[in-house]
């Protein structure tokens, strides 16, 4: 069955849905079978993905509120051979406020993914940027966290109550099998000193953490947004197609 | 009494916090007296002006829930003359679920900072990205809006609902006086054809609305965040400094 794995990082802007889209794309393209799912009421994955948020029937919102809704019934196809997607709107951002008086309200995107593992390899959950009742709960369904980093000093800052606070919290308390599978640098601009010193600090804390590979900052990245679709098909020799290839390469060799 | 500004965007990682620092100081080089609030449990603003959120008493938490706090018991001096603080810390993200079920839970904020308005020329309200209830409580105590936009695509998807529901319904509903001061186009680089396209669009949707100071993308703003301090004391002579010294003259100039 499928290893599901969350996309998290509370700071904003820092890659999360760029690499939920171009990693699913990347395991996609090694043969793996992939669901990608948007955990964010922004629904950039969504719309990154060439869908649009407000032509849908039902998202991940009735998914966690309304017990009637299945995966099987929000589940859709993307562009790309073996990844499929559960779609999200803006009614998602009304779900935290809901979910706070339910029974075991952590674990109800666990119980809404499960039925999906066997048909998958890989589920991932892109998250929004905060530490609230959503992103515990893609926390709760996962077996490991993938943190992605732009190397600058307010995300290193927050990285320590992320990894030390509420991903901790959530292995003693609720899922002791989440794993942090690697904290990716991301947008990394090697021209500039400040970037090199913010990695060689995350380096230097978190050491095998981290993941080999880093992603550089290109315009590739937000082109492929406006197209809705990832960097493999809108620029597939690229350099920028290639980091996120060698990313899913690293992955596989540390499960 | 104060202009209250909230900065607000929903997308993360566009240059809010940026903002508020660097127009707070320029506003200030210009002899106002202004007070920026962080409304961020991540504490940005408190961090890049050089204060350690664990090392605070009390904080825009207990502001807006504990009656018996005032904003003059938890305000700071900055390292800048004329510029002062009401940091925050991440206790503050427990206050979204408290304040849902108090009563005029949207005015909480607008409450507690009146007493300050006869103080300041300008109140500057960073915001997290997010439109939960912290958001709207912004906008609630708020004369104006401003909205940094890094000029990408799911961001200008984003642009859309902010403008046309979230602050309009805080316009019908809560604050009539609420309008629009400007979106400013950050990280702007001129050598991508993406985001002069981006740009052209919001123009071209948005008109005047549009501040004509565009902020560039420079390393020297990454700098300022782990030094502690505004462009206007790290490099007072350099491009970035002059572009949110001419934001800061073209608000004036809008006013
Ligand atoms: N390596 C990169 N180089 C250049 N631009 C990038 C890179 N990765 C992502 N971007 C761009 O940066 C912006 C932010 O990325 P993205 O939306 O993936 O971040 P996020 O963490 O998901 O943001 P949010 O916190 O709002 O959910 C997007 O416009 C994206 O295209
Ligand atoms: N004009 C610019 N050029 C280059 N880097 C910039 C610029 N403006 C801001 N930055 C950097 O980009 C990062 C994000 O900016 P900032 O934290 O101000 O955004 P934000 O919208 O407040 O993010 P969040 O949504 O997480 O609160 C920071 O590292 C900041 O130093
Ligand atoms: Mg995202
Ligand atoms: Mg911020």
Redesign the pocket.
């Known amino acids: 069955p499928a290893r599901v794995i969350a996309i998290v990082n509370q ?3 820092v890659g999360k849905t760029t690499t939920a889209i171009n990693l699913g794309a990347t395991l996609a393209e090694l043969g793996r079978k992939v669901l990608l799912v948007d955990f964010d009421p922004q629904a950039s994955l969504t719309i990154g993905l060439g869908i649009d948020p407000l032509a849908l029937d039902a998202s991940t919102y009735d998914l966690v509120i309304d017990p009637e809704t299945t995966a099987e019934d929000i589940r859709l196809k993307t562009s790309v051979a073996g990844l499929d997607l559960l779609p999200s709107d803006i009614s998602l951002s009304g779900a935290e406020i809901q979910l706070v008086t339910e029974v075991a309200r952590e674990t109800t995107l666990q119980r809404v993914l499960d039925p999906m593992r066997p048909e998958y390899d890989f589920i991932l959950i892109d998250c929004q ?1 905060s530490l609230g009742l959503l992103t515990v709960n893609a926390l709760t369904a996962s077996d490991g966290v993938i943190i992605p980093l ?1 190397c ?4 290193l800052r927050g990285l320590g109550f992320l990894v030390d606070k509420t991903i901790r919290t959530v292995q003693q308390r609720i899922n002791p099998k989440l794993r942090i599978e690697g904290i990716l640098a991301t947008m990394f601009d090697m021209r500039t000193l400040h970037a090199r010193e913010i990695l060689e600090e995350v380096v230097e804390r978190f050491g095998e953490t981290v993941f080999h590979t880093i992603i550089s900052r290109t315009v590739r990245f937000p082109e492929t947004n406006k197209l809705g679709e990832p960097i493999t098909t809108y620029a597939p020799s690229s350099l920028a197609a290639e980091a996120y290839r060698q990313l899913a390469r690293e992955l596989l060799a540390r499960l």
């Open positions: 700071k904003g802007g940027p732009e600058e000093y307010f995300a």
